[in-house]
């Protein structure tokens, strides 16, 4: 049990959790028989659970060579359109990325008389990751309005219309680009850390700085700090320091928020240090999503594990538990089609690992709460404390952020790591307990999920 | 897993007894005795427990049952119900006939209840002592309520006389009741009067609990030999008083600090704070009045945003002989990255001891010589501990020291630190080794540090920190001292409040959370853990009732 998995299904949405084309698809299949395989050689259902397996396992050589004769697989012709739309391939080049070849395979199906809305939903999601998207809404409108399980794709249409910068990140709404610190607080992630960078360095944005919290960290991550300036580019400043111990994940964004004068920004981004990948438009998504609803206070992604399974999207706090403890609904485990991928302010906070603020609103709720150390729950707390204080969220799930998430890792297996989650989600259970804690959260989120579900996802100020 | 932790940690002492067998309840309490005597709340708890023995009285829960009555009627003589439950262990002794006095002087029901209970505010229990003294004025020879004058005074360490001014005291009751004053009198600090009652006592009357408190009270008159004899008067009465021995031990021979060492070894002395400046200039002051030699000093302000940077550079000229660094941090880290912050300081390794203080203490002017002299008695020794008092006159045992109470599949507890609601007259003045010793002032071995160089941020912002610490200590071979002759006077208590407002339940939830914390984080060490228990350390000094050796193999049971 961790902090993200749920005790009950709150959906602020209103669609179907179990929304998505094959969410009911097992993977019971297994690996063909080696003496088929030696055969016929290596085929797409093979090489797409191979690749997969390797990637989870972080095999990256073995993970690259099945890719590699999958691509080879897939440019050759030699994988038939049936063998991809097999429940299990689609979905593994789904979350490989291999749009194009999904595109080629669902498209004759998806637009002939054998259709229905999950092929035609898939087919226009693929469209609209392959950035086609103008085709992908075509596609999409033929999606019956009063299919289960499609609401989401109301509220994506919709706020295609509506919001299309804060969607879709073409390009900042506004003439001049306002300052954006971005905090990263770091400790022995130096692969990862590398990687976080290299996607931060293809932002596309040019007024922001980087910040980056080296938190006692005993691997190479002094080189890393050191080859920052290089790995960003000319065009961006970037401080780094580096402490004597660990002092925590609450404090050290503490001390990114105070060592330096953040006064010349108008936003601040705290950004995880094992984030995998994201997109060069994920800044100005999230800037332009403060142009949706004025007067919000942060704006946070999707996060996603490499595996496209969703760690939090949309996340919303379950009354205390009989003990005290607090526990939390973020769709967590679902597969991500893009079903979470819209706007929603119905969220109770936004989660830490990659995420906007306004930068007044440290000033106004506070810095995070150090007895979350060293962390789990430290992010969530401050989303509450922006609650209370009477301030609006969004999230934007277009953004999306593959996460490693290694502080969740086996945790249900480590009692002392487990007993770090549940005594700080104790504490949070305890601190907010009041009638004017979880429960009032709890009553002002019925009243957002309310508009959100009214208005398919228009944000008015009626609710403000 | 954890649900069974919550409801059994939540239920206290007396839900814990109460899921325990016989022989692990009796196990518990000498575990307890083997550090600390009985107060009154420990042992009703014990006592309750004992009595609903589902399985019936074996032999050692009915030698323990008689045991604890016997305590409890010692500091509560005229307890209406323990006498009834005294009468029935022991039916040839003062009880019975103590049991049909008070019952002869109690007033009635409805007289009672005006009363308010004894935890409230001050002002309540003056209250409470009025009522009573009303009360006995209508009942004068209501020796129950005479009594609860006498705790309702002890609480807030008062003279009871004139509260008590209509009392009638019954012959027979007489030496029981003059016991009562005297140990009252020891235990607030009014020695002219206890010394009163005491020579108006007989030889014959008194009982070990007096002789102790007693003992102490000529302490205080500078006459030890007196209180060596009253020492081995109480231990010829009941030799399983572990403390007691432990103090006879020291009165007979006391630990004599070599102030050279002083001079001789290298020291460093840490400090952290975070927005106390008056009570850290205060605790500064008092670090400069006590013998450091040339021990380096370093002062972490914790994300201040008050004077204590001021008061720092202020105090600097206080320590001329000392190296007087200052570190600053942009935020709160909270108090185990403090600690870590400042351990990870190059001189530490360079040092043969460093010691932590808290920001708001007042210490001993020869803390220093006293805690190296015990370190270098045996180089197995980790980390060196005071005897933690309340600011108050006379003070409260805030914090002595601990052992690992509960290490089973469903539980990890630690003891308590220090009886209940008890003042400190001496009764622990010894040095002895425990599992834990209080943050607030004590001392490392370098190689302690070496070996065990974190303190665990998870129990950010405090709490819990220390404790774990110690038993990283213990895990890794190291022995914790307990120094009972360095007096710490710790300003300001980081307990949990007893008060249920919203912000205590905040804070209430951050003990429970770290406690919880402490719990699973050492499950993996759990059959370690069981035997870090009080009996294990200081078994030369425990004797079994039952006549059988006592071996720590027993802690397993």
């Given at each position: 049990m961790n902090e993200h998995e749920a005790r009950t299904g709150a959906d602020p949405a209103g669609r179907d959790r179990k929304a998505g084309p094959s969410e009911q698809g097992?993977?019971?299949?297994?690996?063909?028989?080696?003496?088929?395989?030696?055969?016929?050689?290596r085929d797409a259902a093979y090489l797409v659970g191979a690749a997969l397996h390797h990637l989870r396992r972080g095999a990256r050589e073995r993970f690259e060579a099945c890719e590699a004769e999958l691509d080879a697989l897939l440019a050759s012709g030699g994988a038939s359109p049936e063998e991809l739309l097999r429940e299990r391939v689609l979905k593994g080049l789904y979350q490989l990325g291999r749009f194009e070849a999904l595109e080629k395979a669902l498209g004759p199906v998806a637009l002939g008389p054998a259709a229905n809305d999950e092929l035609r939903y898939l087919y226009g999601q693929v469209l609209y990751r392959l950035g086609r998207t103008d085709e992908a809404v075509d596609v999409w409108s033929a999606v019956s309005g009063d299919a289960d399980g499609f609401g989401f794709l109301r509220v994506r249409l919709r706020q295609l219309r509506e919001y299309p910068g804060a969607v879709l990140g073409g390009g900042l709404i506004g003439d001049e680009e306002p300052e954006v610190h971005v905090l990263i607080l770091t400790k022995d992630r130096e692969p990862y850390l590398r990687k976080t960078l290299a996607c931060l360095a293809r932002t596309a944005y040019s007024n922001y700085r980087v910040y980056i919290l080296d938190n006692g960290s005993a691997d190479r991550t002094a080189e890393v700090l050191r080859e920052a300036p290089d790995l960003l580019g000319p065009d961006v400043e970037v401080f780094t320091q580096s402490l004597p111990t660990n002092i925590g994940r609450p404090a050290g964004h503490n001390w990114l928020l105070t060592n330096w004068d953040h006064s010349g920004a108008r936003y601040l981004s705290i950004l995880d240090d094992d984030l995998l990948h994201f997109e060069p438009n994920w800044l100005v998504q999230f800037l332009n999503t403060f142009a949706v609803k004025p007067g919000l206070a942060a704006v946070g992604g999707k996060t996603v594990g490499a595996d496209l399974l969703v760690q939090d999207a949309t996340s919303v706090i379950n009354p205390p538990a009989e003990d005290g403890s607090v526990s939390f609904f973020t769709n967590r485990g679902a597969f991500d089609w893009g079903q979470f991928d819209y706007l929603s302010n119905v969220t109770d906070y936004i989660i830490g690992c990659a995420c906007l603020f306004r930068r007044e609103v440290f000033d106004e709720v506070g810095l995070f709460d150090i007895r979350f150390s060293p962390s789990q729950g430290v992010d969530i707390d401050h989303g509450l404390r922006m609650r209370m204080a009477g301030h609006d969220l969004m999230y934007n799930g277009n953004a999306t952020f593959v996460h490693a998430q290694l502080t969740s890792e086996g945790l249900d297996k480590d009692l002392p790591r487990l007993g770090n989650s549940r005594g700080n989600f104790l504490k949070l259970g305890y601190k907010y307990s009041g009638p004017d804690g979880f429960a009032a959260v709890i009553r002002d989120r019925l009243v957002r999920e309310r508009e959100f579900n009214e208005s398919q996802g228009v944000f008015t100020e009626a609710g403000d | 897993m954890f649900e069974d932790y919550m409801r059994i940690f939540q239920s206290g002492l007396t839900g814990q007894l109460k899921r325990m067998t016989n022989p692990q309840v009796c196990y518990r309490l000498r575990n307890h005795l083997s550090s600390f005597h009985l107060d009154p709340i420990v042992g009703s708890c014990y006592l309750n427990r004992l009595l609903k023995s589902g399985d019936g009285f074996d032999q050692e829960s009915a030698f323990w049952g008689r045991y604890v009555v016997d305590k409890f009627l010692q500091r509560m003589p005229f307890e209406p119900r323990v006498l009834e439950v005294g009468e029935l262990f022991m039916p040839d002794g003062p009880v019975p006939g103590l049991r049909a006095l008070v019952a002869a002087g109690e007033a009635p029901q409805e007289a009672w209840q005006s009363?308010?209970?004894?935890?409230?505010?001050?002002?309540?229990?003056?209250r409470g002592r009025r009522a009573l003294a009303f009360l006995v004025k209508q009942h004068p020879s209501c020796l129950s309520a005479a009594q609860r004058i006498l705790e309702y005074c002890r609480r807030d360490a008062l003279d009871p006389g004139r509260y008590l001014t209509a009392l009638r005291v019954p012959a027979q009751a007489e030496p029981a009741w003059r016991r009562a004053l005297l140990q009252h009198y020891a235990q607030v600090g009014l020695d002219a009067k206890a010394l009163e009652m005491w020579e108006s006592l007989g030889r014959g009357d008194l009982d070990e609990t007096t002789l102790n408190l007693a003992a102490e009270?000529?302490?205080?008159?500078?006459?030890?030999?007196?209180?060596?004899?009253?020492?081995?008067?109480?231990?010829?009465?009941?030799?399983?008083?572990?403390?007691a021995r432990l103090r006879l031990a020291e009165l007979r021979a006391p630990f004599a600090p070599d102030p050279a060492l002083v001079g001789e070894r290298k020291v460093c002395v840490y400090l952290y704070t975070w927005n106390k400046a008056q009570v850290f200039a205060e605790t500064l002051d008092s670090l400069s009045r006590t013998r450091l030699g040339g021990a380096r000093i370093k002062v972490l302000l914790n994300g201040c945003t008050d004077d204590s940077r001021a008061v720092a550079e202020a105090a600097r000229a206080k320590f001329p002989d000392n190296d007087?660094?200052?570190?600053?941090?942009?935020?709160?880290?909270?108090?185990?990255?403090?600690?870590?912050w400042l351990i990870n300081h190059e001189d530490t390794w360079k040092a043969d001891y460093?010691?932590?203080?808290?920001?708001?203490?007042?210490?001993?002017?020869d803390w220093l010589e006293q805690f190296l002299t015990v370190m270098e008695s045996d180089q197995g020794i980790g980390v060196v501990g005071a005897k933690v008092v309340s600011p108050e006159t006379p003070p409260r045992l805030q914090y002595l020291y601990r052992f690992v109470d509960l290490a089973t599949d469903e539980m990890f507890k630690m003891s308590l630190e220090a009886p209940i609601s008890e003042y400190d007259v001496g009764l622990y003045d010894y040095v002895r080794p425990a599992r834990s010793v209080m943050g607030c002032q004590h001392l490392f071995r370098t190689e302690a540090l070496r070996q065990a160089p974190q303190f665990d941020i998870r129990f950010s912002p405090s709490q819990v920190d220390d404790i774990e610490h110690d038993l990283q200590l213990c895990l890794k071979g190291f022995k914790v001292m307990y120094t009972g002759l360095v007096t710490c006077i710790h300003h300001q208590s980081s307990g949990v409040g007893q008060q249920a407002s919203s912000m205590t339940l905040a804070k209430m939830g951050n003990a429970l959370g770290n406690d919880l914390k402490l719990c699973f984080k050492h499950v993996p060490n759990q059959r370690k853990l069981a035997r870090m228990d009080g009996l294990g350390l200081v078994a030369e000094h425990v004797f079994d009732p039952l006549g059988e050796p006592v071996s720590p193999a027993r802690a397993g049971d």
């Open positions: 097992g993977n019971g299949e297994r690996p063909q028989a080696a003496a088929r395989i030696a055969e016929e050689g | 009363v308010p209970g004894a935890e409230g505010t001050p002002e309540e229990r003056e009270v000529f302490v205080r008159q500078g006459d030890r030999d007196r209180a060596v004899a009253l020492y081995e008067r109480s231990l010829a009465l009941d030799k399983l008083q572990t403390p007087f660094e200052i570190i600053e941090t942009p935020v709160n880290i909270g108090a185990p990255a403090a600690r870590n460093t010691a932590f203080l808290d920001d708001d203490v007042t210490i001993q002017e």
